[in-house]
Nanobody
Framework: EVQLQASGGGLVQIGGSLRLSCATS????????IAWFRQAPGKEREFVGV??????YYDDSVKGRFTISRDNSKNTVNLQMNSLKPEDTAVYYC??????????????????WGQGTQVTVSS
């Protein structure tokens, strides 16, 4: 059974940091890209970043503030979020799949998803 479990969300002040983790099992972790998306109330799920073939790609809105790291020995991907802003408030999801490079920003490119973890940035 494929499982992805995102954790680490919470309430943080503007400028603070959080570290999310995505623990996975049940599929060939090393052969899949692992992405982070987020979804705010009333909005579509949007791309945050992805680690694919050893490289990371980020949305411009988080570049320089967020960092994705991958631990193949633990089948886990982490999202370190620094300098958080109110607009980062959302439910964060991790997804797994094998998208081509031109498709990494589309949620439909990922076949497996975790349940999401809430991140709230407040003053």
């Amino acid at each position: 059974e494929v499982q992805l479990q995102a954790s680490g969300g919470g309430l943080v002040q503007i400028g603070g940091s959080l570290r999310l983790s995505c623990a996975t099992s049940g599929f060939a972790f090393a052969d899949n890209a692992i992405a982070w998306f987020r979804q705010a109330p009333g909005k579509e799920r949007e791309f945050v970043g992805v680690v694919k073939n050893g490289r990371t790609y980020y949305d411009d809105s988080v570049k320089g503030r967020f960092t994705i790291s991958r631990d193949n020995s633990k089948n886990t991907v982490n999202l370190q979020m620094n300098s958080l802003k109110p607009e980062d408030t959302a439910v964060y999801y991790c997804g797994a799949g094998r998208p081509i490079l031109s498709s990494i920003r589309g949620a439909s490119a990922y076949g497996y998803w975790g349940q999401g973890t809430q991140v709230t940035v407040s003053s």
